[in-house]
């Protein structure tokens, strides 16, 4: 996020809430997903993505010591955001 807001010239400092709804940051996010999207078949592809406030790191438990992702926490914590994607 260094590097985004730097090239923005927007303060180092701005929090990643007042960015989630910036169309700038989901059009470079759409982006990289439209380019990673290319090298893998329709079915690996990302077909949408949420951007959420906060990090995976191993003290607040999404992540285990080994930089893992701790499945169960994450759909736990954005349950609600999952949700969305996916639908009922």
């Known amino acids: ?11 180092a400092d701005t ?19 439209d380019h990673a999207n290319e090298a893998v078949s329709r079915a690996e592809s990302i077909r949408a993505f949420a951007l959420v406030d906060g990090e995976f790191t191993e003290d607040n438990g999404l992540l285990t010591p080994s930089m893992k992702v701790k499945r169960q926490a994450v759909t736990g914590v954005y349950a609600r955001e999952i949700e969305a994607l996916y639908g009922s």
């Open 1 to 11: 996020m260094a590097h985004w807001l730097a090239v923005r010239k927007m303060p």
């Open 15 to 33: 929090p990643l809430s007042k960015l989630l709804d910036d169309p700038r940051l989901r059009a470079d996010v759409q982006k990289a997903v």
